[in-house]
């Protein structure tokens, strides 16, 4: 079993920025490939950004790259997603999730565990 919990998200302004922090504790984190996923209201949840478990192999939404950045520590017990220019579109509630393997996959129900989420909202 695998808990996680997000935090770090808020109302910034467009063009502003945001750090979103995923701590995961439980059963070895090191062999899950970590990802974030949004949902904005009446929207599917879609995938943000996903890293593999050894932190080489790196996924972006066309949207975020460029502006966004994933990273997961040197101990891999937190994962982290760096947003920057941010704008409106971004706005959502955004899911950290892990799923065992090391293969990164777009597909949320292919995920094991999910955090409870932490929303994000961009003023313009």
């Known amino acids: 079993q695998v808990q996680l919990v997000e935090s770090g998200g808020g109302l910034v302004q467009a063009g502003g920025s945001l750090r979103l922090s995923c701590a995961a504790s439980?059963?070895?984190?090191?062999?899950?490939?970590m990802a974030w996923f949004r949902q904005a209201p009446g929207m599917e949840r879609d995938i943000v950004a996903a890293?593999?478990?050894?932190?080489?192999?790196?996924y972006y939404r066309d949207s975020v790259k460029g502006r966004f950045t994933i990273s997961r520590d040197g101990a891999k017990t937190s994962v982290y997603l760096q947003m920057n220019s941010l704008k409106p579109e971004d706005t959502a509630v955004y899911y950290c999730?892990?799923?065992?393997?090391?293969?990164?996959?777009?597909?949320?129900?292919?995920?094991?565990?999910w955090g409870q989420g932490t929303q994000v909202t961009v003023s313009s």
């Open positions: 890293i593999s478990r050894n932190g080489e192999t790196l």
């Open positions: 999730a892990a799923r065992q393997g090391s293969v990164i996959t777009t597909t949320s129900r292919l995920y094991d565990y």
């Open positions: 439980g059963r070895t984190f090191i062999t899950y490939t």
